[in-house]
T-cell receptor, first 114, second 112 residues
């Protein structure tokens, strides 16, 4: 069975500091991996995804993530946090089979201090 | 969220009432899903469908029914609403390659 673990339900950084949101997954088959962002009272917005190919994936708003198969990780980073990055972030994994079911982590709320 | 339309966006129900959350997509995708989002739990899969006439249960199916009579539509029915079903619901439509997923804008449901 697949699962996703996001370490830290809340992460607080200062404006301009590095953002690191952790995601580990388990999957018996090669996964697709996703990061979504959700602003208050809004829907989900795709930040980036890994399907195949290059393991370092660049997304929108300056975010990137690296797929590390040996560590079963897909951590999200951004070199310099902006106040506008304050939101909730979800990591998700899906199976490359006929179901394409997405399994989500429990989410990490990013707080950005001025 | 182009292509996936969810209605209504907000709804308040009384315990025991029934209602249907509508989801429609115009991308001819075979795969569609319903998720619910609760604080601290991420999104959990309720039901999914791999094509017209084919549905299956996800992680939290109890209290919900679905049907898929057409490729475009995948309604979610609450037969007898309970306060535990207060949540935000998201419909998703998935491209056949599986690597692109389109979400609706969400439906905020409160059961009192």
């Amino acid at each position: 069975a697949q699962s996703v673990t996001q370490l830290g339900s809340h992460v607080s950084v200062s404006e301009g500091a590095l953002v690191l949101l952790r995601c580990n997954y388990s999957s018996s088959v090669p996964p697709y991996l996703f990061w979504y962002v959700q602003y208050p009272n809004q829907g989900l917005q795709l930040l980036l995804k890994y399907t195949t190919g290059a393991t370092l994936v660049k997304g929108i708003n300056g975010f990137e993530a690296e797929f590390k198969k040996s560590e079963t990780s897909f951590h999200l980073t951004k070199p310099s946090a902006h106040m506008s990055d304050a939101a909730e972030y979800f990591c998700a994994v899906s199976r490359m089979d006929s179901s394409y079911k997405l399994i989500f982590g429990s989410g990490t709320r990013l707080l950005v201090r001025p | 969220n182009a292509g996936v339309t969810q209605t209504p966006k907000f709804q308040v129900l009384k315990t025991g009432q029934s209602m249907t959350l509508q989801c429609a997509q115009d991308m001819n995708h075979e795969y569609m899903s319903w998720y619910r989002q609760d604080p601290g739990m991420g999104l959990r899969l309720i039901h999914y469908s791999v094509g017209a006439g084919i549905t299956d249960q996800g992680e939290v199916p109890n209290g919900y029914n679905v049907s898929r009579s057409t490729t475009e539509d995948f309604p979610l029915r609450l037969l007898s609403a309970a306060p535990s079903q207060t949540s935000v619901y998201f419909c998703a439509s998935i491209q056949s390659s599986g690597n692109t997923i389109y979400f609706g804008e969400g439906s905020w449901l409160t059961v009192v």
